[in-house]
Nanobody, 116 residues
Framework: QVHLVESGGGLVQPGGSLRLSCAAS????????MGWYRQAPGKQRELVAT???????NYEDSVKGRFTISRNNAKNTVFLQMNSLEPEDTAVYYC??????????WGQGTQVTVSS
């Protein structure tokens, strides 16, 4: 089985930065597309950013220019650098990945709270 484990969440003041990491482990031959989603209380889970194996990225409009998604395939890890954080970014952030071509996996989520 494959497991995704997020880290790097926490409490940060508005305008601050956080770097989220998601490490995949288990029976991995290859990891294709990876992404970050988030869900705030009372809201639906939404896509934040995706990155293909070749490095093509896509972002939701609300985070463009502030967030950067990247990956290190040698370490089976995806990152989300979050700058200029706003209270509206407060949510549980989830890692997602397509592993061994067809199977989709989710991490357990990490809490990001932006507040003064």
């Amino acid at each position: 089985q494959v497991h995704l484990v997020e880290s790097g969440g926490g409490l940060v003041q508005p305008g601050g930065s956080l770097r989220l990491s998601c490490a995949a482990s288990g029976s991995i031959f290859s990891i294709n597309a990876m992404g970050w989603y988030r869900q705030a209380p009372g809201k639906q889970r939404e896509l934040v950013a995706t990155i293909t194996r070749g490095g093509t990225t896509n972002y939701e409009d609300s985070v463009k220019g502030r967030f950067t998604i990247s990956r290190n395939n040698a370490k089976n890890t995806v990152f989300l650098q979050m700058n200029s954080l706003e209270p509206e970014d407060t949510a549980v952030y989830y890692c997602n990945a397509y592993v061994n071509t067809y199977t989709n996996y989710w991490g357990q989520g990490t809490q990001v709270t932006v507040s003064s």
